[in-house]
Antibody, heavy 118, light 108 residues
Framework: EVQLVQSGAEVKKPGESLKISCKAS????????IAWVRQMPGKGLEWMGI????????RYSPSFQGQVTISADKSIRTAYLQWSSLKASDTAMYYC???????????WGQGTLVTVSS | EIVMTQSPATLSVSPGERATLSCRAS??????LAWYQQKPGQAPRLLIY???TRATGIPGRFSGSGSGTEFTLTISSLQSEDFAVYYC??????????FGQGTKLEIK
């Protein structure tokens, strides 16, 4: 069974750093891309970027380029999303999702709620 | 960049009735379109891919149609569990995977 299990909720202060994770199981990890999707409170889905676990090839949405870093450690089947300096506007739910070979997102993690508040 | 426009923003329908949701692309995406359902407090779930193919486990009352720039998601007889937000997404605009803004389906 394919599963994406994300790390738990985080509460941070502005300016702090953060790295959240998405651990995959149930499939050949290195054969698929993993995407990150933001959902701000009461808003829609925003695609942030995507990483290929085979060689860590990474692509970003222009809206998120330079704002976050996507990485992966294939030895532990885990993808990451990180911030070097959080802002209050980063408060959101973040989802990881597996990109099927054809292109749609067929499996989703349960989400990680990030709250940034002073 | 392909821009997806969903309409209406909110759709009020009574249980048992049919719901029709629309998604328009700013340029052709052929049949490379997916629909997702998101219930409150839950992660999105894949409903339809290839514009008209139901994902595993999706009930037959959900159907997708269209190609090119105009797409429709139809729910033939609304059940209580179908009231949710629905998003469309083209997936042939590599590397972009932008979603439509969503349609909220609410109980009338």
């Amino acid at each position: 069974e394919v599963q994406l299990v994300q790390s738990g909720a985080e509460v941070k202060k502005p300016g702090e750093s953060l790295k959240i994770s998405c651990k995959a199981s149930g499939y050949i990890f290195t054969s698929y891309w993993i995407a990150w999707v933001r959902q701000m409170p009461g808003k829609g889905l925003e695609w942030m970027g995507i990483i290929y676990l085979g060689d860590s090839d990474t692509r970003y949405s222009p809206s998120f380029q330079g704002q976050v870093t996507i990485s992966a450690d294939k030895s532990i089947r885990t993808a990451y999303l990180q911030w070097s300096s959080l802002k209050a506007s980063d408060t959101a739910m973040y989802y990881c999702a597996r990109r099927a070979v054809v292109g749609y997102f067929d499996y989703w993690g349960q989400g990680t709620l990030v709250t940034v508040s002073s | 960049e392909i821009v997806m426009t969903q309409s209406p923003a909110t759709l009020s329908v009574s249980p048992g009735e049919r719901a029709t949701l629309s998604c328009r692309a700013s340029q052709s995406v052929s049949s490379n379109l997916a629909w997702y359902q998101q219930k409150p407090g839950q992660a999105p779930r894949l409903l339809i891919y290839g514009a008209s193919t139901r994902a595993t486990g999706i009930p037959g009352r959900f159907s997708g149609s269209g190609s090119g720039t105009e797409f429709t998601l139809t729910i033939s007889s609304l059940q209580s569990e179908d009231f949710a937000v629905y998003y469309c997404q083209p997936y042939n605009n590599w590397p972009l995977h932008t979603f439509g803004q969503g349609t909220k389906l609410e109980i009338k």
